[in-house]
């Protein structure tokens, strides 16, 4: 399998690492097994795409055509996506596939992990003073 997991932090913010040759059923194991580690609870997802030397050929329709990637997409714990270095052809797949949630583009892990953490901590203070009304 060309996509690998490793927690960054956890519970919430595991990154999934594609290595270089990603294979379609790479892009569906992805999303099964994004879609499990959802269901424990809110994710914020980094996606790292720094070693990927190729992807499949028709990648928006590979992505399109994968129910789970679409389920793990959507799922309602998943609250951002950061994607690390993704080349001309992915970023066009994200672009597209995942035009309807929010989701921030990085040039490494250390921004990713930056971007996130200043992310979590406005929302956490946030969910911590709630306002009177």
Known sequence: MA????????PDTPAFIFSARVADEDIDAWGKTGLEIAESGVIYPVVDFSAVITMPRNLINTTLRS??????????NVRLFVFIAPN???HSMIETVFRAVTFKIALNQSA??????GETQGRDSADSNPTAE
Do not use: G, S
Request: proline content about 4%.
């Open 88 to 90: 001309e052809q992915t």
């Open 3 to 10: 996509v690998t997991i490793k927690w960054l932090k956890q």
């Open 67 to 76: 129910r789970a990637l679409l389920a793990f997409i959507t799922h309602p």
């Open 112 to 117: 990713a992990l930056d971007f996130l953490e």
